[in-house]
């Protein structure tokens, strides 16, 4: 029995596989996504103030957020690995909800696009977050991690909706 699928990490039969993205233009890809860790405020206080017994709590989270990107195809399974020409990660503090918000830029010039390294880079750097500040909190908590826009290739623009 012959089924599609509109996933296109399936055959016709259901079986897992790499789509093959050889006949598709090369073109400019970009994905930005999101997440955010609640934590104590007093937490929140140490990461701000730079004392935390680890070292620079985001610039490490950066730098891993980065290097996630860049590795996402060794974490999922039926990724392209991709020549990523750009990876940004910014912090916002947020004092009243005791909240940081990590937000992932990601481009490349390829066949595919960069949604899961966008994706991969914000968990990776909430989780270092996380990581340097459990033994003061390990209460920590990650939400909202989710792609807020793609743009390239052959469908296009998304733009998430608040």
């Known amino acids: ?23 598709k233009p090369a073109t400019h890809r970009v994905a930005v996504a999101q997440g955010r860790i609640t934590m104590n405020a007093d937490t929140l206080a140490i990461i701000l103030e730079g004392s935390a017994k680890k070292g620079d709590v ?13 590795k996402t195809s ?11 020409t750009r990876v940004a990660i910014d912090f916002s503090p947020d004092i009243s909800s005791a909240s940081i918000t990590c937000q ?17 880079a914000v968990q990776v750097a909430l989780l270092t977050i996380y990581d340097m500040c459990k033994a003061a909190d390990r209460g920590m908590t990650m939400t909202d991690i989710r792609l807020l826009e793609k743009h390239g290739g052959k469908s296009g623009s998304f733009i ?3």
């Not at 595919?112 to 991969?120: C, D, F, K, P, Y």
């Open 160 to 162: 998430a909706t608040p």
């Open 74 to 84: 060794e974490l999922i399974p039926l990724c392209h690995p991709l020549a990523l």
């Open 58 to 70: 985001l610039g490490i989270a950066r730098i891993a957020g980065i290097m996630a990107a860049k």
């Open 104 to 120: 992932a830029t990601v481009e490349t010039v390829g066949p595919t696009g960069v949604e899961m390294e966008a994706l991969t």
């Open 1 to 23: 029995m012959t089924t599609t699928s509109p996933l296109t990490h399936f055959d016709a039969t259901g079986q897992a596989h790499m789509v093959d993205v050889a006949a």
